[in-house]
């Protein structure tokens, strides 16, 4: 589904499992080859989905006067997208 919206801007990735329980599994990630979200974003809606719910998360223990690092950009956005099921027509049996 994710080839079929991204289509080339789709990159794949397998890693081999890092824990001593995993070794025999991987995971496949997949990620954009750009850094535009409204651009995925407009991929999603001309393919039917559309946005219906969105979180963004961050530490709690910010201090009000973060350093000058990368720390101060520790977040994490989710954005969930929804699609109506595609019904098909009933077929004809050609039974009478």
Do not use: W
């Not at 801007?9 to 750009?34: A, P, Q």
């Not at 690092?69 to 989710?78: A, L, T």
């Amino acid at each position: 589904m994710c080839r079929a919206v991204f289509g080339d801007s789709l990159n794949e990735c397998r890693d081999g499992g890092g824990t001593d329980f995993e070794m025999d599994r991987y995971t496949s990630r997949f990620f954009l080859k750009h850094s535009n979200l409204e651009k995925a974003f407009d991929q999603l809606a001309s393919s039917g989905y559309r946005l219906i719910h969105s979180n963004t998360f961050a530490p709690s223990e910010m201090p009000k006067h973060a350093a000058k690092d990368d720390s101060q950009f520790i977040h994490h956005s989710q954005f969930v997208f929804h699609r109506q099921p595609k019904l098909c027509p009933p077929s004809d049996t050609g039974s009478n």
